[in-house]
C-alpha cells in the first residue's frame, strides 16, 4: 500500500478535477441557457427562469466545496508518515483501507485495491483519530483494529 500512496493521491485529485469540471460545464450549459432564453415550456417564463438561477446557485455551491477540496488536498504531504491517525495517512484496519484526506468515497487504484477517501470531519475518522497501529475502535457498534498505518 504505502507505494500506492502517490497513486492513490493522484486518483483523489483526478476525481476532483472532474468534480470541478463536471460543476464548470453545468454552470455555463445554465448561463447559455439562460442568455439564449432556452426555457422549457412547460412552465412560464418566470418559474424557468427561477429554477435555472436555483440549479446555477447549487452548481456554484458544489463547485466552491470541490474547490476547497482541491486546496485541502493540496495541503497533504504525500511523504507524510505518522505513527498515529492523521490527515495524510493511509489506515489500514482489519475491514478496509482509508485515506485520511477528502471526502470522496470509494477509489480503486489500478492493482484493484479499494480505498475509501475520507474527510477528518468525517464520524469513523473521529473514531480512530490519534490512535496507533494495533489499536482498536468502535464504530456503527462494531469493532474494528488498526493493523497499520502508512
Known amino acids: 500500500m504505502i507505494k500506492n500512496k502517490e497513486e492513490l493521491f493522484i486518483k483523489c485529485l483526478e476525481t476532483v478535477n ?68 492523521d490527515f495524510g495517512s493511509v489506515v489500514e484496519t482489519s475491514e478496509n483501507y482509508y485515506y485520511i484526506s477528502v471526502a470522496l468515497g470509494k477509489i480503486v487504484l489500478d492493482e484493484g485495491s479499494v480505498v475509501f477517501a475520507i474527510s477528518t470531519e468525517a464520524p469513523i475518522y473521529k473514531e480512530m483519530k490519534g490512535k496507533k497501529a494495533g489499536e482498536s475502535f468502535s464504530f456503527n457498534g462494531k469493532d474494528h483494529k488498526i493493523v497499520n498505518i502508512h
Open 18 to 85: 472532474r468534480q470541478i469540471e463536471k460543476y464548470e460545464r453545468e454552470m455555463d450549459d445554465i448561463r447559455e441557457s439562460m442568455e439564449n432564453n432556452d426555457v422549457h415550456t412547460d412552465y412560464d417564463e418566470d418559474d424557468s427562469k427561477g429554477q435555472l438561477l436555483n440549479d446555477f446557485e447549487k452548481y456554484a455551491e458544489y463547485l466552491d466545496n470541490s474547490r476547497k477540496m482541491k486546496e485541502k488536498l493540496s495541503r497533504i504531504d504525500q511523504k507524510h508518515y505518522s505513527e498515529t491517525v
